[in-house]
């Protein structure tokens, strides 16, 4: 009988998504990834113990979890309790947290982040105005918070970054890779996706500017890139990674072309020898449903000769084999399936049955509920 067992799974893990993956110089056991997930339970913008116990509870052998975004800097800051990477204090608060996913085999990458204009007066220093590549505010006001913690406040109308001032969010970026790699992280995300700063230079319906950072396709994409150089110059470009959303228009960011964008964009973070390229979907043009598109990765899959990662709602392990089989991606980046699944990975290697997520409990004050009380397979 205990022979049959170790057979059924044996024969569980073959499948694509649960074989290794060579990724620059890291080994991985399979290809299922922690997606980068805000939970904001970082309190004073400083990563919490609490975050030791979340993050090792997803953590398997061999296997690649990213980070929550993380501050690049005091102006970076769009959402009440996210943590920050640009303080001697936010290093030490992280490397308890790293050790602890190091201590169980996992490599650990850090989202780097700046909201841009995502942002409200009451989150940057001084009430200042937030930064970005225009001074085109939002048009689609909201709330910024999560469930359960909304904030009567719209986001701000933001100030445009002069030339001189996007040298210094350029080396910004660089210091909080220096200070990633110091916590101990494996390596560094630069977040260029979902509307937020980078991705506010890269859309053509958000950059507006005239001079060498606006206008052309090339120019747009010169601030991205002249980070990745920079962070890449500074901790070694097989460890860098970075996410894009050519297709969604998540905070008011879109852009009239994203194949092109997005084939541009694969191209030259190929050329700079990034470790990976994580994409979030066409499918994925809000931020909390799939829809019917005929739109594909596929050129930026064959543009990008690193790891390429895909987001896009993944919650069926059958869906997710399917693109790892099929050649479209190496690695499949998991959201709300890993949140309510520390396990997840043993659950796809058995097949069995998944949790589900309670939306409501994403984003709440506690370092316990709806973070890490879900229960394991084993429970």
Do not use: M
């Given at each position: 009988m205990e022979k049959q067992e170790e057979e059924k799974e044996t024969r569980m893990d073959c499948i694509a998504l649960l074989t290794p993956h060579k990724m620059e110089t890291f080994h991985l056991s399979h290809r299922i990834v922690l997606a980068p997930l805000s939970r904001l339970r970082s309190y004073s913008f400083t990563p919490q113990p609490h975050a030791i116990l979340y993050y090792t509870q997803r953590t398997t052998e061999g296997g690649l979890l990213i980070s929550e975004a993380s501050g690049i800097s005091e102006t970076?800051?769009?959402?009440p309790?996210?943590?920050g990477i640009?303080?001697?204090?936010?290093?030490?608060a992280w490397k308890p947290i790293v050790k602890?996913?190091?201590?169980?085999?996992?490599?650990?990458?850090?989202?780097?982040?700046?909201s841009g204009r995502v942002s409200n007066n009451v989150y940057q220093p001084n009430s200042r105005s937030p930064i970005s590549s225009t001074d085109k505010p939002i048009l689609n006001q909201q709330f910024i918070g999560g469930s359960e913690r909304e904030i009567d406040a719209n986001y701000s109308p933001p100030h445009r970054l002069t030339v001189e001032e996007i040298s210094g969010v350029i080396n910004d970026f660089r210091i909080a890779a220096k200070n990633a790699i110091e916590a101990g992280f494996d390596g560094v995300e630069i977040h260029g996706a979902n509307g937020y700063l980078i991705d506010q230079f890269l859309k053509n319906q958000v950059n507006d500017r005239t001079d060498?950072?606006?206008?052309?396709?090339?120019?747009?994409?010169?601030?991205?890139?002249?980070?990745?150089?920079?962070?890449?110059?500074?901790?070694g470009s097989e460890k860098v990674g970075m996410r894009l959303s050519p297709f969604a228009n998540y905070n008011d960011s879109a852009d009239s072309d994203p194949h092109t964008l997005g084939v541009f964009m694969a191209d030259s973070l190929s050329q700079l020898g990034i470790c990976y390229c994580h994409v979030i979907e066409p499918r994925m043009v809000t931020q909390f449903e799939r829809v019917e598109?005929?739109?594909?990765l596929a050129e930026m899959r064959k543009a990008f000769k690193g790891s390429f990662i895909v987001a896009g709602g993944y919650y069926d392990?059958?869906?997710?084999?399917?693109?790892?089989?099929?050649?479209?991606?190496d690695l499949v980046a998991f959201g709300r399936a890993f949140l309510a699944n520390p396990d997840l990975v043993k659950r796809f290697r058995l097949n069995a049955r998944l949790n589900e997520y309670d939306r409501s409990t994403f984003y709440i004050d506690a370092p316990v509920v709806g973070y890490t009380d879900y229960p394991f397979l084993d429970d």
């Open positions: 970076a800051q769009g959402l309790n996210t943590p640009w303080k001697k204090e936010h290093v030490e602890g996913v190091h201590d169980k085999g996992g490599i650990f990458f850090c989202q780097l982040w700046h060498q950072y606006g206008g052309s396709l090339q120019n747009r994409c010169r601030f991205p890139l002249e980070v990745i150089k920079a962070v890449s110059d500074e901790v598109t005929r739109e594909s392990r059958d869906e997710a084999n399917r693109v790892v089989e099929n050649g479209d991606a």
